[in-house]
């Protein structure tokens, strides 16, 4: 089992920044890749970036050039730094673990923290 334990969400101004941070605990090998997802009222869930345990990033093209995501792996937290950001980035964000791919989500996530962008 692992836990995952999100904070950082909030409101900002358009054009504002946020950084979201995750930690992890639990059977190590599970969280080998974390990742943040994201879903926005009535919308499906959706990758937003994903890194491996050895620093392979994965983004969204809509997170590409705005969003960083890293991670601390004596912490076991991953965070994910927000900027330039827009009204559609709205969403509950959802910090993600699974054991070994980032084509896919992890069986494990958050419980979610809310971003909203708005002025």
């Known amino acids: 089992q692992v836990q995952l334990v999100e904070s950082g969400g909030g409101l900002v101004q358009p054009g504002g920044s946020l950084r979201l941070s995750c930690t992890a605990s639990?059977?190590?090998?599970?969280?080998?890749?974390l990742g943040w997802y994201r879903q926005a009222p009535g919308e499906q869930r959706e990758l937003v970036a994903v890194?491996?345990?050895?620093?392979?990033?994965k983004y969204a093209d809509s997170a590409k050039g705005r969003f960083t995501i890293s991670r601390d792996n004596v912490k076991h937290t991953v965070y994910l730094q927000m900027s330039s950001l827009k009204p559609e980035d709205t969403a509950v964000y959802f910090c993600?673990?699974?054991?070994?791919?980032?084509?896919?989500?992890?069986?494990?996530w958050g419980q979610g923290t809310q971003v909203t962008v708005s002025s």
């Open positions: 639990g059977i190590s090998f599970r969280f080998n890749v």
């Open positions: 890194i491996s345990r050895g620093g392979i990033t």
């Open positions: 993600n673990a699974g054991p070994g791919s980032t084509d896919y989500p992890g069986p494990d």
